[in-house]
């Protein structure tokens, strides 16, 4: 906690240009001549630090199992939305994928007009007809002679089963051919299904970008086996980036979406970014009892570096001209030492707002009151 205040101290002098010598000639005076509460701007700001990320960020999985073939892009490139990243050498889908193209194949030739299959049985068909015609030639040629007496009944009857046998075998063979069209339509819908999964399957060991952007990182390298979800890149945004903020649980209270946000970052010591709060994540985060809040810079942006540290003050309140006191002079939470009539007396006083150095007082003490160092 030390340490977080130290920072706080510098990155609020550093925005918002508090006197270093005053507040330092200040310190030297306390305990001695006081100094007496004066009317001054006050900003009032909590203290974040965080981290820069871009927008969009997604990781790109590997839909497949199978040795990463080809890398097609490298760290800081850019890319386009369904830009080929990686290619994967699939050997059980490309497996897969051969041998449902095969029946698939198969299922379209045993449908076609010079199938094989069909042949034989239209072939079968015919023949049934053939037989039928001749057996009901023979069958009426016999009822004309039975009626002139020219033939025994016995004939007749052997005839007459002749003809509905061949009617019969006929009906059989005109059914079996249509059975088998629609068995062998069901069976090529249900190859074309299972080609074009597997096709699609086999298009997985293609990896294509999601979004335009940059590619931040590469965590596989062409001639390494992948598993199917292993991560093989982290792409976002190019140019949208935001901070992502930790706020102490303490100060969480104040969080406000739209609030002004001063950004900065070690990397550009002498430049101080502005943003707003865009969002506010009411879940606490144990580890450092602290909250993230995001912010959305306004103006000039930094370069789209991943994780990029920062430090920021988020601006609570800003007061024109109101009467404060160093923020050193106060003891416990509300008291201070003044004195009157040549003695020191602890006194309690209103506080208002406040930051690192300074306190409004809204009560309790006015200008002529001298505020001096804790008796020690």
């Known amino acids: 906690m030390d340490n977080k205040r130290m920072k706080n101290r510098v990155v609020i002098r550093t925005v918002f240009g508090l006197t270093v010598v005053a507040l330092a000639f200040g310190a030297c005076r306390r305990g001695e001549e006081g100094i007496k509460p004066t009317y001054r701007e006050l900003t009032e700001a909590v203290y974040a630090s965080g981290s820069i990320y871009p927008r969009n960020e997604y990781k790109v999985f590997a839909n497949a199992d199978g040795v990463l073939q080809q890398q097609l892009v490298s760290e800081g490139d850019s890319v386009s939305r369904n830009q080929l990243l990686f290619v994967l050498e699939g050997i059980t889908e490309r ?23 069909l042949a034989e049985q239209e072939a079968q068909v015919r023949n ?12 009426f040629r016999f009822q004309d002679l039975y009626r002139q007496n020219a033939t025994s009944k016995a004939e007749l009857e052997r005839a007459q089963l002749a003809y509905q046998t061949s009617r019969n075998d006929y009906a059989a063979r005109q059914s079996a051919l249509r059975r088998t069209r629609n068995q062998l339509f069901v069976d090529l819908q249900n190859s ?14 293609r990896v294509k970008s999601f979004v335009a952007g940059k590619v931040y990182e590469v965590t596989k390298k062409p001639g390494e086996f992948v598993r199917r979800n292993d991560q093989l890149a982290l792409i976002g945004s190019g140019r949208a980036v935001y901070a992502q903020l930790a706020v102490d649980e303490s100060d969480f209270g104040k969080m406000r979406v739209g609030q002004e946000v001063a950004i900065k970052a070690d990397v550009y010591p002498d430049k101080i970014f502005k943003g707003r709060v865009s969002k506010i994540y009411p879940k606490l985060n144990r580890v450092d009892q602290s909250f993230r809040v995001d912010a959305e810079f306004v103006g000039e942006q930094p370069d789209a570096y991943y994780g990029l540290t920062v430090e920021a003050n988020i601006i609570i309140t800003k007061l024109s001209r109101v009467l404060t006191i160093p923020k050193a002079y106060v003891v416990g939470s509300d008291s201070v030492w003044v004195e009157q009539g040549g003695e020191k007396k602890k006194v309690k006083f209103v506080k208002g707002a ?11 003490l006015d200008e002529n009151t001298t505020v001096v160092g804790s008796r020690l």
């Open 95 to 117: 497996a897969r994928e051969q041998a449902a193209g095969a029946v698939y194949r198969q299922s379209r030739s045993n449908l076609s007009p010079d199938s094989p299959v």
């Open 354 to 364: 406040e930051n690192f150095d300074l306190v409004e007082v809204k009560g309790g």
């Open 128 to 139: 049934a007809r053939t037989r039928l015609e001749n057996d009901s030639v023979n069958f």
């Open 192 to 205: 074309r299904s299972q080609f074009v999964a597997t096709e699609e399957e086999g298009s997985n060991t």
